[in-house]
């Protein structure tokens, strides 16, 4: 169905947010709206939890990402609950607070700078010319496996200093993670099967256990012989002089493997057929400047907005947006609402190439844990389509998109596309 451009997507104005299966069909934009209009700070019951607050309006979410010390990460960012035990065992930085957060994220923060990022332009732009061409062999493939995931998948391997033969293996692991509700990415389900075994596991998933062997083998190999990539920057000592436990560097290599792929391939495919959906933008694009690319990609991020929520609990009694909260209350924060909220959005439904200012939620907003990945993430996006779209006359949709099965991450996991090649 094409919405007129503008519109709120049609839809059912009371989806069940917290079903991973409310999204197989995309974002519930009906009901973020109604409850932007309604009730902002509403509470959701759970079949198998206490239940939340849903926080979607703009304001609130930065007011809640701000107030660390009110409402903590450090119970889980997540809606899922654990027990103490659980919540120790797969701790990241994500599940931290500052100072302990920010320790943690200075051991590789300078390899993600927006200077260090531009470095990489050259070479990122070498992968994804080899990408596309790679991909346009054929006139017809499927977007996500032959184009979103390659690039991201191979800049991760020259970030950690792993082996190109390595990436497939990696991404795959990483998708068993991020897509541990999806059984097209895992055999372990996790509302669907019994994962009580890996309850101690980041994302209750065999695939941590994985990534750990393959985790403690890279670590003894930099300490053999240390080298400047990010494996390497994990083993360093911290701030404070102390270095990593072999349990923090464990899990904060998962993190990194399931953030480093996932969410930029779904932003480039969400992307690509807002793009098919509005010709005149794409061939607006294609001759585009330096400016409008960047203006670009930062409206595919808010269109996209791939992560839609982080939780956070409140520490103390408090009240947000009117609403009053219970200290010990899960609060989750909507960046996919947040994102198209016409308070801080003129006209949010229309996919606006020229959108300025255009202060997205993509990343998070407003507090210590804005995405660590966001300059290399925006490059990988707009090098990628830019060698793509140089390449093609026309791209059209050759079969219905399918969604990620997940409430946490949205995304088209496939997305076949036919094209005819050439000089535009």
């Not at 390659?150 to 897509?179: C, I, N, W, Y």
């Not at 010709?279 to 595919?300: F, K, N, Q, Y």
């Not at 995405?371 to 093609?392: D, N, P, S």
Request: net charge negative; hydrophobic share 35%.
């Amino acid at each position: 169905m094409t919405v007129p451009e503008g519109s709120i997507p049609p839809g059912d104005e009371n989806a069940d947010l917290t079903s991973h299966d409310t999204y197989t069909t995309g974002v519930p934009h009906a009901t973020f709206a109604r409850l932007r209009r309604e009730e902002p700070v509403s509470w959701v019951d759970e079949t198998d939890g206490s239940g939340f607050w849903a926080v979607t309006r703009y304001r609130d979410i930065i007011e809640v990402s701000r107030n660390v010390e009110t409402f903590t990460s450090t119970r889980g960012i997540r809606l899922e609950e654990m027990s103490p035990e659980e919540t120790e065992a797969r701790r990241t930085m994500m599940e931290q607070d500052p100072p302990s957060h920010t320790r943690l994220r200075r051991l590789v923060s300078r390899g993600f700078t927006r200077r260090t990022v531009e470095a990489y332009e050259d070479q990122i732009r070498v992968l994804a010319a080899e990408v596309a061409e790679e991909a346009l062999a054929t006139p017809r493939f499927d977007f996500v496996t032959d184009v979103a995931t390659q690039l991201p998948m191979k800049m991760l391997g020259r970030l950690l200093g792993t082996p190109d033969a390595d990436g497939e293996f990696l991404v795959s692991q990483g998708d068993a993670l991020l897509g541990n509700t999806d059984p097209d990415f895992t055999d372990h389900v996790i509302d669907q099967t019994d994962t009580d075994e890996f309850r101690l596991i980041p994302f209750r998933s065999p695939a941590g256990l994985r990534l750990f062997d393959y985790a403690r083998d890279q670590a003894a190999r930099r300490r053999e012989n240390p080298t400047e990539d990010i494996i390497s920057q994990l083993l360093a000592e911290t701030t404070d002089g102390s270095v990593l436990t072999e349990h923090e560097f464990n899990n904060f290599f998962t993190l990194l493997v399931a953030a480093g792929n996932d969410t930029t391939r779904y932003t480039m495919t969400g992307g690509l057929k807002a793009l098919m959906e509005r010709p005149e933008l794409m061939d607006r694009l294609r001759t585009g400047d330096d400016e409008l690319w960047s203006t670009a990609v930062d409206e595919i991020l808010r269109w996209t907005s791939v992560t839609t929520h982080f939780r956070r609990t409140a520490t103390r009694g408090v009240e947000l947006g009117g609403t009053p909260i219970a200290a010990g209350d899960k609060v989750v924060m909507f960046f996919v609402s947040g994102d198209y909220d016409d308070d801080q959005f003129d006209d949010p439904y229309t996919f606006d190439l020229a959108r300025d200012p255009n202060d997205h939620m993509a990343f998070g907003r407003g507090g210590p844990h804005l995405c660590l990945g966001a300059w290399l993430a925006r490059m990988e996006i707009r090098v990628t389509l830019q060698e793509f779209l140089k390449r093609v006359t026309s791209v059209s949709q050759a079969g219905p998109e399918r969604y990620l099965r997940s409430n946490f991450i949205a995304g088209i996991k496939s997305l076949p596309i036919e094209v005819e090649t050439g000089t535009p």
